[in-house]
């Protein structure tokens, strides 16, 4: 049984289209990582969310915590080719971490 | 910057033997994790660590052992390698909750 469940898995869009990706669980965490991952490489943290309903933007990307601090939903505006990626969001509760299963993000040009 | 360094970027090898894979992190971090990434299944955590000498199952531990003899260092060793160990192995290290620093990966391949 997987604690954070991701959706889609999969979403393969053309340049200029704006996603959502979604990340959610039946349990509270004290606070919810994004990560992406490129082919070959590591994750690498893009944002941390702390507080139910908070809403943090990276460029184009923008990151929301549920008010619950049960789910977050990650938007990507005008998807760029450089967006491409895994996804993987994590929830953190003390020094425990829950990944997701994550969304493999496909831009075409 | 934090780095963690991961000994192998690609591993080749064969059924029965004992492997170890090394992991190194150069910012004091108290908590050092390894994981297994394959497809569709996400990142599962294989065993993590809090401390020196301390170590924690997590939730595929079986056919795998850890030891972390420094602070820096927490090495993973599969006792007899087995075909279905082939995959990534990804090593991270973090201080507290805070965000976890990876490395880049140790693609096993066990023929």
């Known amino acids: 049984t997987q604690l954070l469940e991701q959706s889609p898995q999969f979403l393969s869009i053309q340049e200029g289209e704006n996603l959502t990706v979604y990340c959610n669980s039946s349990s509270v965490f004290s606070s919810l990582q994004w990560y992406r991952q490129e082919p070959g490489e590591g994750p690498v943290l893009l944002v941390t969310?702390?507080?139910?309903?908070e809403v943090k933007k990276l460029k184009r990307l923008t990151f929301q915590f549920g008010d619950a601090r049960k789910d977050s939903s990650l938007h990507i505006t005008a998807a760029q080719p450089g967006d491409t990626g895994l996804y993987l969001c994590a929830g953190v509760f003390g020094n425990q971490f829950y990944f997701g299963t994550g969304t493999s993000l496909t831009v075409i040009p | 910057d934090v780095k963690v360094t991961q000994s192998s970027r690609y591993l080749v090898k064969r059924t029965g033997e004992k492997v170890f894979l090394e992991c190194v992190q150069d910012m004091d971090h108290e908590n050092m994790f390894w994981y297994r990434q394959d497809p569709g299944l996400g990142l599962r955590l294989i065993y993590f660590?809090?401390?020196?000498?301390?170590?924690e199952k997590g939730d595929i531990p079986e056919g795998y052992s850890v030891s972390r003899e420094k602070k820096e260092r927490f090495s993973l060793i599969l006792e007899s390698a087995s075909t279905n160990q082939t995959s990534m192995y990804l090593c991270a290290s973090s201080l507290g909750g805070q965000p976890q620093h990876f490395g880049d990966g140790t693609r096993l391949s066990i023929l």
């Open positions: 969310v702390v507080t139910g309903g």
């Open positions: 660590s809090y401390d020196v000498k301390m170590k």
